[in-house]
Structure formats: structure tokens, C-alpha cells
């Protein structure tokens, strides 16, 4: 069998070095966030090159509190793409803005920034990145569309942690940068985490008021906030997998490009799209096959597992009817949700697995032509 994700190959590697962190935690702290969460923020803002990185019990808690710091009027327009996972909109809705959904870009499948140009209204506050599958946007340029209309922008890197976008880190870019390390991300904590990355002091003052009820000291609150805050021993294990992050995304690259070779003869099998060699880290490796549901059963009988990242457009999810969204375009995207397939790419996956994987990819796609 060949899970579609395994975290267990990995901390059976780093057992020791887990267990180690994990016993180097002072049950005596008594500070409200604790020395292992504060340790962490610190190798996490050094590593993503920022000014602060503020830790969260999760990645929407942190998407949440990062458009709020915004300090937008309410109601106020967020525009993201149409595909992706729902946690995104969600976040936008329950900071108290209303999302606008465009659509993927020729031949991608993350934002078409055409059609982020011309969502752009007088109600647009904000606009957020979502670096899909791991694969970076191009920041410089949606800087210059932010800039032109006084936006901000919010990334959502939660699955690009580690992903550069013209050679600067995503999660540097903007005003706030919301990261998630839930179970089954590429930096991920045994359950689940977040932070929020920024270069600006004030906005950090404001996400660690947010993520605390909005407590201004005293006892005396300010903001509408949360209660979110990263457990120690989540901030432990993220603490000792971090400086192996870069060797995993590494092998993540080699083991894509391992599949983008085996696929070359296979035209019915669509890649992910060619980027510069830093500007994916491959959470995923996603392809597009038209029988996408029974390739599933058959890589599924063969012992291989998948998941389907994402079947439904964000404004066609049911929790959002009554709330004010709108959508943009998504003709585009509307086709990638048909047909979208993601199969196993962390790094424990040896050479052999990643070919029989290709292999019988390969053969059903041809069979069923």
C-alpha cells in the first residue's frame, strides 16, 4: 500500500530528533504563549526572511486574523480564486468581508491576474494569493495591479511554505502572509498550527492582539478577536522538522520531475505546468486526466492512494448560500475541477514506488483513451 500521504515514514526518520524537542519543553512556563511557541516564531520568521511571524492554532485562524488587521470597512470586497480549498472564502466570510471568486490562469491552476485586473472594484480592499499545490504566483506582478488600486494583499501560503516567487520567499510579499501547518502539509504539526507572517511592526502588534481576544492589556479589548494559540508541543515537533524543510522540498522537486518524464508519452495525462526551478515546492503533484474518478478506483485496487484537491468551485460550495460573494469568472476553473487528480509526492516515497505509481497512471490513461 501507498498512502496518499504518510507522516509516520517521517517521524519514524526524526524519532530521535522529535523526541528530543519534544523533552526540551518547560512544563514550569508559565508565560501565555510559552518560550517553545516564541523559539518557534523566531526560527520561522528567520527562515521565511520577515520581520514577525505571530503562531495560531491553525491556518484559517491565521488567514482570519491577518484580514482583519487589515482594519477594512466591513463587508468590504476580498478578491481569490475560484479554485481552491474552502477554508480560504471561509476565512475571508468570517473576517467579515465578502470574497470574489476569478478564475485560474491559461493552463495553471492558480489566479489568472487578468481576471484579478478586472474584478477590481471600488469595494476592493484586499486580494488573496493563494500559492495552490505549493506552485508561487507571480508576486511582482500582482504587486504592481495592488499597487496601482491602493489594495492590499494577503498570501495564502499554506501550502507553499518555502515556494520563491522571482527569487523572494512567498510570505514576504504584502501586507500579512497567512501559513498553515495542519497534519498534512509539507511542514506539517501532528494535528494542526498556523502563523501569520509580516514586515510591518504595527500589523504584527495588531495579530497578536487578534489571536488573544483583541486584549490591548489589562484586561481591556479592543479588536473583535479570537482565542488562537499554537500548543507547545505542536511548536516542538514544527521546531525540529523546520531545518530539514528545504532538503524535503528538494526531494518533493525530484520525485515531480521523476513523474513529469515518466508522463511525457502519456498526452492524456496533464503535468503541472513548467515553472522556474524555486517557484514550486509540490504540497501536491496534481495532474488532469479525463476519467479522473476511474483512475481513482483503479490506483486505489492497485493499493495507491489519491485525493481529489478541489471538485467544487468555491461559490458552488453550500455553506455559502445566503452570504454575499461573487464570482467573478471561472470557466477555466470549472474544467481543472473536472478533472483534477493528486497522487503521493512526499519525499519518503522511494524511486521505485514513484515508477510504479507513473506506470499505472500510464497505462489506465492509454487503455481508456
Not at 525530484?254 to 503535468?271: M, Q
Request: aromatic share 8%.
Amino acid at each position: 500500500m501507498i498512502p496518499f500521504h504518510s507522516n509516520s515514514r517521517q517521524h519514524d526518520e526524526l524519532s530521535e530528533v522529535i523526541s528530543e524537542s519534544l523533552g526540551a519543553i518547560d512544563l514550569k512556563d508559565d508565560t501565555a504563549f510559552g518560550q517553545t511557541v516564541e523559539r518557534f516564531e523566531g526560527m520561522l520568521a528567520d527562515y521565511c526572511q520577515v520581520g514577525s511571524a505571530v503562531a495560531v492554532a491553525s491556518g484559517t485562524d491565521a488567514l482570519i486574523i491577518a484580514l482583519r488587521a487589515l482594519d477594512a470597512p466591513p463587508g468590504a470586497e476580498v478578491i481569490t480564486c475560484d479554485f481552491g480549498f474552502y477554508a480560504t472564502a471561509a476565512s475571508i466570510i468570517m473576517a467579515g468581508f465578502t470574497p470574489v471568486f476569478v478564475d485560474v490562469a491559461p493552463d495553471r491552476m492558480v489566479m489568472d491576474l487578468d481576471a484579478v485586473r478586472d474584478a477590481i472594484s471600488p469595494k476592493t480592499a484586499a486580494i488573496v494569493p493563494v500559492h495552490l499545490f505549493g506552485e508561487a504566483i507571480d508576486m511582482s506582478a500582482l504587486q504592481q495591479i495592488a499597487d496601482q488600486h491602493s489594495i492590499a494583499i494577503v498570501e495564502d501560503v499554506a501550502q507553499a511554505l518555502g515556494a520563491r516567487s522571482g527569487g523572494q520567499l512567498v510570505g514576504s510579499f504584502g501586507t500579512a502572509s497567512a501559513i498553515s501547518f495542519n497534519w498534512s502539509k509539507h511542514l506539517s504539526s501532528f494535528s494542526n498550527g498556523g502563523a501569520v507572517l509580516t514586515n510591518d511592526q504595527e500589523v504584527a502588534a495588531r495579530l497578536r492582539s487578534l489571536r488573544g481576544h483583541g486584549n490591548a492589556g489589562g484586561f481591556r479589548h479592543t479588536r473583535m478577536g479570537i482565542n488562537s494559540r499554537l500548543n507547545p508541543f505542536e511548536a516542538g515537533l514544527l521546531s525540529a522538522k523546520l531545518p530539514y524543510l528545504d532538503s524535503w522540498i528538494a526531494r518533493r522537486r525530484e520525485i515531480a520531475a521523476r513523474y513529469t518524464t515518466n508522463f511525457a508519452s502519456s498526452p492524456d495525462v496533464v503535468t503541472p505546468a513548467a515553472t522556474e526551478t524555486e517557484a514550486h515546492v509540490y504540497h501536491k503533484y496534481t495532474i488532469r486526466v479525463p476519467d479522473r474518478d476511474g483512475l481513482r478506483k483503479h490506483l486505489a485496487d492497485e493499493g495507491v492512494g489519491t485525493l481529489v484537491c478541489y471538485p467544487w468551485l468555491l461559490h458552488d460550495q453550500p455553506a455559502f448560500e445566503g452570504h454575499a460573494l461573487r464570482a467573478h469568472s471561472f470557466g477555466r476553473a470549472a474544467e481543472v475541477a473536472a478533472e483534477v487528480i493528486s497522487i503521493p509526492v512526499y519525499p519518503e516515497l522511494s524511486d521505485g514506488e514513484v515508477d510504479f505509481i507513473s506506470e499505472t497512471i500510464a497505462s489506465y490513461v492509454s487503455s481508456a483513451a
